[in-house]
């Protein structure tokens, strides 16, 4: 069983970064598949980025490219999603997951966090 306490997040101007975090307990990260999620009001969960088992391997949704990196620390068990030139858009609430297998941009995660908002003030 792995549990996953997220951190950071909160309200930020446009143009502003945040830095969330996801740290892993019950387990290590390592071999592990990490994903970011975000959900916003009325809209579904949607992907955000993803990190392989070996952190070699990156994924991003198109929006956030060039502006979002996700990072992992096995030795702090711990996965970052740092966020920049941050847009209303953004505003949602983030969820990280890990599932033990290949990195994925579906929702088939086997772990979720219990989620942080995400508020992206004009």
């Known amino acids: 069983q792995v549990q996953l306490v997220q951190s950071g997040g909160g309200l930020v101007q446009a143009g502003g970064s945040l830095r969330l975090s996801c740290a892993a307990s019950g387990r290590t990260f390592s071999g592990y598949s990490v994903g970011w999620f975000r959900q916003a009001p009325g809209r579904e969960r949607e992907f955000v980025a993803a990190?392989?088992?070996?952190?070699?391997?990156?994924y991003y949704e198109d929006s956030v490219k060039g502006r979002f990196t996700i990072s992992r620390d096995d030795a702090k068990n711990t996965v970052y999603l740092q966020m920049n030139s941050l847009k209303p858009d953004d505003t949602a609430v983030y969820y990280c997951?890990?599932?033990?297998?290949?990195?994925?941009?579906?929702?088939?995660?086997?772990?979720w966090g219990q989620g942080t908002q995400v508020t992206v003030s004009s």
């Open positions: 990190i392989s088992r070996n952190g070699i391997s990156t």
């Open positions: 997951a890990t599932r033990n297998g290949i990195i994925s941009t579906s929702i088939d995660y086997d772990y």
